[in-house]
């Protein structure tokens, strides 16, 4: 029986022609899911339905989630992810397909959009990273928190490196993190309670209720990791409520030593109104990828 099913383009392009009628025929997809956004039940049958394509290094595994909270997509993950990814979904969704398809060859990044040193391994989501060495590369601190505009919660991220960030090559030592990300396209904040317009082609990845990434676009098309996290990191159900009940989330960005470890989301909107008051901070929504 025919399945209410969106397969994308781009996922189909992975996953073949073939595949990709077997599973709007219903040949081979699942009567029931667990969203891999909003992680609540879903019925293919009655709902619309979006096919989520992971791929990381040598695999890929199809996930599904509702339409109504992301489109059909492909997401880059790491191949550590991906393993972490299938047990999830194998233990929420009976009887979906088993699909192992080669990855393609990773894209290579915008030119002066990545910024070296991005990984942040083992950075916990809620504090920043430890500052960095004399000599050592600095990596990116991330806090997740809900963060007011107006009267509404917006889940955020605070991402904030250990020591200064230069521009490929440079060997000044000058910090030009803020400028890096201006060029792709982040605005400076004058008012906290004011939502930042949405910068095309970045997103955040948050899978079976944790976060995994940050994405931005690849030069070759489609999205490649800014960010990722060593190991996903646990989100608060307020905030995850709040990304899907959105459908995006405020990325904040402050150089070194400007927000710090802030155990309380009051504490952390202060950070940020001091930071904002130097003009310090730079900001952009980023709508949700993959789950």
């Not at 189909?12 to 969203?35: F, K, N, Q, V």
């Not at 050592?136 to 806090?143: H, M, S």
């Amino acid at each position: 029986m025919p399945r209410l099913l969106d397969v994308s383009d781009e996922v189909r392009s992975e996953i073949g022609d073939d595949e990709a009628d077997r599973l709007l025929g219903g040949e081979r997809a699942p009567d029931s899911y667990e969203c891999t956004s909003c992680r609540t039940p879903g019925d293919t049958h009655v709902e619309a339905t979006s096919t989520v394509l992971f791929v990381g290094d040598e695999t890929a595994v199809l996930a599904f989630a509702h339409a109504r909270c992301i489109p059909s997509q492909v997401v880059p993950v790491s191949e550590e992810q991906l393993a972490g990814a299938v047990r999830s979904i194998s233990q929420a969704q009976t009887g979906a397909p088993d699909l192992a398809v080669p990855s393609p060859a990773p894209a290579a990044a915008v030119p002066g959009a990545a910024l070296p040193a991005v990984p942040a391994p083992g950075t916990p989501a809620d504090s920043a990273a430890q500052p960095t060495a004399p000599g050592q590369a600095a990596i990116l601190g991330i806090t997740c928190g809900l963060v007011l505009h107006g009267r509404v919660g917006h889940a955020s991220l605070v991402v904030e490196p250990t020591g200064p960030v230069g521009r490929p090559g440079s060997t000044s030592g000058e910090d030009e993190f803020l400028d890096l990300l201006q060029d792709a396209g982040f605005q400076p904040v004058t008012d906290l309670d004011e939502t930042p317009d949405q910068l095309g082609g970045w997103s955040v990845l948050v899978a079976m209720g944790k976060l995994h990434a940050i994405l931005q676009p690849a030069a070759a098309g489609g999205s490649t990791g800014w960010w990722q996290a060593h190991q996903p990191l646990q989100v608060t159900d307020a905030w995850r409520m709040a990304a899907s009940q959105l459908s995006e989330v405020t990325m904040y960005a402050v150089p070194a030593g400007m927000v710090g470890r802030q155990p309380r989301e009051d504490l952390l909107r202060q950070a940020l109104e001091r930071a904002v008051a130097l003009g310090q901070v730079v900001a952009a929504s980023l709508p949700l990828a993959g789950t």
